[in-house]
């Protein structure tokens, strides 16, 4: 079974706070995403990496940077965190077409 | 433009009786499709997906899709629908050049007793 393992299921984090969101998957896949979920809007790609330190901009990618130092991890990072980026945010791993999900960091910024 | 539209936001079924999601899609190329569903506070779980050939897909927890290329359609469909599938589902589209998936905004599913 594919793995894909987000370090935290809930977070609360404080405005201007830095965020770090950790996905790590078991697969040996290069491509690995990160999308944010919001009622009625779907999911939508925020950054997505093919390599390590190989990434690539999604649809959203402002207030937001990605890191890749190991194949096996990829990492979301809020530089200075906001109210407008509550939210859940999804990992997620493609192999042979198919993409893989994690089960989700629900982060609420105060 | 590429699109991928549910066009229902909330469907409610009596436990038993038979389900469709609706999903249209718009792309330029040959359209790879997913369902995914996704339970209250967990991530994606694919059911199903189509790439080629036969066009009726049949998919886990008893679910099947149907591509249909003359209506850009890929619908979702189970005939006997348990408490358990109340979920809210995602249909995607993809393709072979391109890593980028196009979501749909969902489809929630309640479902009486």
Redesign the interface.
Known sequence: DVKVTQSSRYLVKRTGEKVFLECVQDMDHENMFWYRQDPGLGLRLIYFSYDVKMKEKGDIPEGYSVSREKKERFSLILESASTNQTSMYLCAIQGAHIQYFGAGTRLSVL | AQSVTQPD?HITVSEGASLELRCNYSYGATP?L?W?VQSP??????LL?Y?SGDTLVQGIKGFEAEFKRSQSSFNLRKPSVHWSDAAEY?C?V?G?GT???I????TRLKVLA
């Open positions: 936001i790879y997913f995914y506070g967990q991530g994606l779980q694919l997906k790439f995602f995607a993809g072979s890593y980028k998936y979501f749909g905004t969902g």
